[in-house]
């Protein structure tokens, strides 16, 4: 059975960092795109950034503007995990994170429409 298994999210300052992580049983993240989506009160769900195949071993990674120079996406393949380390955070920036991972190799941040979800974490950016 397949899941995603979020965590990480907390309270922190403005300006603060976080990293948060996704675990995936079931599937083989390396083999299919995956991403990092928020929803703040009141809003739609948003894509943050997400981390795809282009090809046979060429990595593609795409931010949405909010999260670009601020957060960065990475995987572990060796322990199934992908991550959204999150640095100058902004209150803006406050809402649930989920992981999605959509079943394709290669998509973009804006294209990407997940397959599967994780349960989300909150991340609280207040002083």
């Known amino acids: 059975q397949l899941q995603l298994v979020e965590s990480g999210g907390g309270l922190v300052e403005p300006g603060g960092s976080l990293r948060l992580s996704c675990t995936a049983s079931?599937?083989?993240?390396?083999?299919?795109?995956i991403g990092w989506f928020r929803q703040a009160p009141g809003k739609e769900r948003e894509g943050v950034a997400c981390?795809?195949?282009?090809?046979?071993?060429?990595?593609?990674?795409d931010y949405a503007d909010s999260a670009k120079g601020r957060f960065a996406i990475s995987r572990d393949n060796t322990k199934n995990t992908v991550y959204l380390q999150m640095s100058s955070l902004k209150p803006d920036d406050t809402g649930v994170y989920y992981c999605?991972?959509?079943?394709?190799?290669?998509?973009?941040?804006?294209?990407?429409?997940?397959?599967?979800w994780g349960q989300g974490t909150q991340v609280t950016v207040s002083s």
């Open positions: 079931g599937i083989t993240l390396d083999r299919y795109a």
């Open positions: 999605g991972v959509e079943l394709r190799a290669w998509t973009t941040i804006r294209a990407m429409t997940p397959d599967h």
């Open positions: 981390i795809s195949m282009s090809g046979v071993n060429v990595e593609n990674i």
